[in-house]
Antibody, heavy 116, light 113 residues
Framework: EVQLVESGGDLVQPGGSLRLSCAASGFTFSSLWMSWVRQAPGKGLEWVAN????????YYVDSVKGRFTISRDNAKNSLYLQMNSLRAEDTAVYYC?????????WGQGTTVTVSS | DVVMTQSPLSLPVTLGQPASISCRSS???????????LNWFQQRPGQSPRRLFYKVSNRDSGVPDRFSGSGSGTDFTLKISRVEAEDVGVYYCMQGTHWPPFTFGPGTKVDIK
């Protein structure tokens, strides 16, 4: 069964850091682009970042550039999102999804709350 | 960035009746490779998004055939031929042609009258 399982979400103070993880199973992780998409409480979906199969290309939405870093470990079938200098507006459920534009499989999400 | 708009934003429907959601993009979604990268997602209450269609009209596995996707260029439509209770949720269109960033529509909330 194809599965994505996110973890690492937490309550963090403004200016703090957090690292999200996404464990992939049931497919050849190393053959696909991977993405992070977030959803603020009661709001719509927002693409955050994606990363090429070998990690050589990474792209970000403007609002997180310079603060967030996407990475992957193909040996561990895992995707990561390092989030620094967190702001209240980063509060959201963060989803891991596979594919560059396809986004055909989504995890259950992990909740990040930025508040003092 | 490509702006995606949807209408209506709220769609109360009667069980068994048809429903239609419009999605428009601020520029053509036809890619230089000839494909149109327009996806539709369904998000049921309390659940993660689920893709329904990719490249406008390609239905994902397990999606009932009462759902259909159509359109071209800048205008796209998701139709439900006969709404069932399990169709309640929010529907999003998303463009993958002009990226970064990938952009989603604001969502259309479908509920039962």
């Amino acid at each position: 069964e194809v599965q994505l399982v996110e973890s690492g979400g937490d309550l963090v103070q403004p200016g703090g850091s957090l690292r999200l993880s996404c464990a992939a199973s049931g497919f050849t992780f190393s053959s696909l682009w991977m993405s992070w998409v977030r959803q603020a409480p009661g709001k719509g979906l927002e693409w955050v970042a994606n990363i090429k199969q070998d990690g050589s290309d990474k792209y970000y939405v403007d609002s997180v550039k310079g603060r967030f870093t996407i990475s992957r470990d193909n040996a561990k079938n895992s995707l990561y999102l390092q989030m620094n200098s967190l702001r209240a507006e980063d509060t959201a459920v963060y989803y891991c999804t596979r594919g560059r534009w396809g986004m055909d499989v989504w995890g259950q999400g992990t909740t990040v709350t930025v508040s003092s | 960035d490509v702006v995606m708009t949807q209408s209506p934003l709220s769609l109360p429907v009667t069980l068994g009746q048809p429903a239609s959601i419009s999605c428009r993009s601020s520029q053509s979604l036809v890619h230089s490779d000839g494909n149109t990268y327009l996806n539709w997602f369904q998000q049921r209450p309390g659940q993660s998004p689920r893709r329904l269609f990719y490249k406008v009209s390609n239905r994902d596995s397990g999606v009932p055939d009462r759902f259909s996707g159509s359109g071209s260029g800048t205008d796209f439509t998701l139709k439900i031929s006969r709404v069932e209770a399990e169709d309640v949720g929010v529907y999003y269109c998303m463009q993958g042609t002009h990226w970064p960033p990938f952009t989603f529509g604001p969502g259309t909330k479908v509920d039962i009258k």
